[in-house]
Structure formats: structure tokens, C-alpha cells
């Protein structure tokens, strides 16, 4: 079995996974209660808790697929890109745990993880297909052409998709993360009330910046009834421009090739709905897992015992 560990940002996560991609376990302790006050993450305070719950995390996923130390063959973790002192955490705790069992550690690239999590049982899909990562620190487009093989087809200018959709919960004063509350508050509005703006962008990429903008300006001149009034009506709409922003990219690619979606966003029902055809990851592991992270290391050969002492971290690829 693969251990593998992620802790490139607010999620302190450990799973168990088979060679064969099964899940024995999947453990994820969020600390976004922890940096909701501060509307975001706070990098210094999640390398602290990382620190805390790194330990009984992992021990839970052995806990929760009924093995120790002795089944793990492999260890994985993320190594970027992400918060360096929170990557850290996780990246020295791999390193402790493989070299003192004197097993091979695969270092694993956080968004190869997200498109990773489309290849566990049940049901893994295959390449080559087109994936739309879309999470709160990125938003790509890839040409996925074998299991270690993706082409970046397009990425954003400015903010994430997922950045746009926390961001513009918080100017409706919504919680933190805002995305999954902003999709259900959308569910109750008219997403024809405003005419939101879909950036024209050449090529390929994307641009949320203007959008986020513009529900400012929409927002800015409401009283606090008036934006209780409109809230839904203007989560639905703004929800409704991200949305389109997305499918309008996936269509121009798409010509006949499988779609495939990952990462947080993809956990948002009207995306979903959007793209009937699509494979979506399972919403399990939309949001930051490691059992995706572990499932990556499948396809990596790792680095043996005890050479992977100074491996680094890395903020951005
Ligand atoms: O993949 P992820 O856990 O973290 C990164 O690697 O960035 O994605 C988190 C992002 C957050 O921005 C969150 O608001 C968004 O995914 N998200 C959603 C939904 N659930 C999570 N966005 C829209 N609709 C949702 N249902
Ligand atoms: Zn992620």
C-alpha cells in the first residue's frame, strides 16, 4: 500500500491506497474554521496546525484501512506548488516516516494529483483526454495524454476560479471558503437578474478579475436589506459567469475528445449539470485529499531509501 500525505494548504491529509488505486482509507482534517475570521488562508497559522495534526492524521488512516506501518510500501506527499511552511510540514513528516521504515518516497506534484484523482477504483478513467483542473489556486487546462504526460492547453491571467468564487462569496458576505456556500445560496436566485461579464481572453486562458469587479460594483451601492434582497440573485448570476467562462473554453477544446473535471470547482452542481457528458471526479476528491496524491505516486518511480533526505519544496512550478 501507498501512504501518501498532502499539506500543500489548508488541508491536513493522509490516505492509504492500493497499487491498484483502491481507497482503504482517505482522512482529511480541514482548518478552514480556524482562518474563516481572517477570510483566507494564513500561511504561518496553517504550517502550525499542519505541525499538530500531522501525527494522529496519519495515524487515523492507518486506523481507518486496519494497517500499520508494516503494509506501507511507498510513501508519497506533495512537494508543490502550494504554501512553502505548510508543504514543509507534510514533506518532513514523509521523509521521517519512509526513512525510518527505510522505504522509497515519491515526491508528488500537487496538480498531477488533482487530475490523479480521476485514476482510483471504482471506475478509473484512462487517457488521453482534455482536463479542466479548476481549484482554488489554479485554473489549467491540460492536454492529458498519458498518466505522467499533460500539456498545458491554457491557465488564468489573475485570479483562480475558485479564487473568484471565494472572493465574490465574501462580497455577499458569505463564509470562507465561500464556493460551496455560494453554490447552494445560487440554487434559491435568478442567474438572469445581472448580465455579468465573461472575459474575452485570447487563446486558451482565462481571466476572473473583471467579474469579481463588477459584482463589487453591483454590491457596492446596496444597503444591507437591499443586498439580503438580491444576495441570491446576484450569487446565481455571478455564479452563472464563472460557470460560462469555464464550459466556453471546454467547448472550444473539447472537438469530440473525453472532458474531464477536478479540483474544488468541480464540485459546483450547476458545472456539473453544465457538462452531462463529463467525467467528474468524485466529489470526495474535488476538494484537497491525499488520496489522490497517493494515486499520482502510482505512475512516479520514486526515490529510494534514504535519498530523498534534501528534497525541497516548491511554491509555484
Ligand atoms: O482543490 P481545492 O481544495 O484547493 C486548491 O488546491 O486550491 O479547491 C478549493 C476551492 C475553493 O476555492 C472553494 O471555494 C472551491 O474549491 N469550491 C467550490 C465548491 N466547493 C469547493 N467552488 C464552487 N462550487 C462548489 N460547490
Ligand atoms: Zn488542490
Redesign the pocket.
Known amino acids: 500500500m501507498i501512504l501518501g500525505i498532502e499539506t ?2 489548508d ?1 491536513t491529509a493522509a490516505a492509504l491506497v492500493t497499487n491498484d488505486g483502491e481507497i482503504r482509507s482517505n482522512v482529511v482534517s480541514s482548518q478552514a474554521d480556524l482562518h474563516a475570521r481572517y477570510g483566507g488562508v494564513v500561511p504561518e497559522v496553517a504550517s502550525r496546525r499542519h505541525l499538530e495534526l500531522i501525527a494522529p492524521v496519519v495515524r487515523e488512516a492507518l486506523a481507518e484501512a486496519g494497517a500499520t506501518l508494516d503494509d506501507v510500501d511507498r510513501v508519497a506527499v506533495t512537494q508543490g506548488p502550494g504554501l512553502v511552511g505548510a508543504l514543509l510540514v507534510g514533506l518532513a513528516a514523509a521523509k521521517a516516516i519512509a526513512w525510518s521504515r527505510r522505504l522509497p518516497l515519491a515526491p508528488v506534484d ?1 496538480l498531477q494529483g ?1 487530475v490523479a484523482s480521476l485514476y482510483l477504483e471504482p471506475g478509473p478513467l484512462e487517457p488521453p483526454f482534455v482536463c479542466l483542473l479548476a ?4 485554473t489549467l487546462l491540460l492536454d492529458v495524454r498519458a498518466h505522467t504526460d499533460e500539456r498545458l492547453l491554457g491557465t488564468t491571467l489573475d485570479d ?4 473568484a ?2 472572493k465574490g ?1 465574501r462580497l455577499l458576505g458569505l463564509g470562507y ?4 456556500e ?2 447552494l445560496l445560487a440554487r434559491e436566485g435568478d442567474p438572469e437578474a445581472y448580465d455579468f461579464p465573461v472575459a474575452q481572453v485570447p487563446g486558451l486562458d482565462f481571466s476572473f478579475s473583471g467579474l469579481k469587479t463588477a459584482l463589487l460594483y453591483a454590491v457596492r451601492p446596496l444597503s444591507s436589506d437591499e443586498l439580503a434582497a438580491r444576495r441570491a440573485d446576484l450569487a446565481a448570476s455571478y455564479q452563472r459567469a464563472i460557470v460560462r467562462a469555464l464550459l466556453e473554453r471546454v467547448r472550444e477544446v473539447a472537438d469530440g475528445r473525453r472532458i474531464a473535471v477536478v ?3 468541480a ?3 450547476e ?1 456539473r449539470a453544465a457538462l452531462p457528458d463529463a467525467v467528474f471526479a468524485p466529489l470526495a476528491l ?3 485529499n491525499a488520496a489522490m496524491i497517493a494515486s499520482a505516486a502510482r505512475f512516479v518511480s520514486p526515490v529510494p531509501y534514504p535519498g530523498y533526505l534534501d528534497l525541497d519544496a516548491y511554491a509555484s512550478r
Open positions: 500543500s494548504c488541508e500537487h488533482h481549484s482554488g489556486g489554479h483562480a476560479a475558485g479564487e468564487f471565494d462569496a471558503p465561500g464556493g460551496r455560494l453554490d479540483g474544488g470547482v464540485a459546483n452542481s458545472l474535488c476538494t484537497d
